[in-house]
């Protein structure tokens, strides 16, 4: 499971990749005009973190994705659909995954 990071939510569990999920939080981050070292300072973690995790090289725990995600304005289960790979993707997911990623500027406002 190198490159993956296990979440249960909604009384499952899904298997992200780091690199999905870090891709997921640099969008969150850039639709919010947010530079590294402003969620850096937002989270309490360093810039170097930051970077590792949108570029896929380090994992996150579910006491972090909590905090990124309450930063963010959204329920950490939202950066998790948003990572959420499937084989053969649903098309209510894909619906909310695309839902959420308008939604997120207009929470900055």
Known sequence: MCGAVLFHFFGYVTMISKKKLGDEIR?????????????????????NYISLLENGHRGIGIDKLDRFA????????????????????????????????????????
């Open 70 to 109: 309450e930063v963010f304005g959204i329920p950490s289960s939202f950066l998790v659909m948003l990572s959420e790979e499937s084989k053969k993707p649903d098309a209510f997911l894909v619906l909310i995954q695309e839902t959420i990623r308008e939604a997120i500027p207009l929470l900055a406002e």
């Open 27 to 47: 969008q969150v981050r850039k639709g919010l005009s947010w530079t590294q070292q402003e969620l850096a300072e937002k989270t309490d973690v360093t810039v």
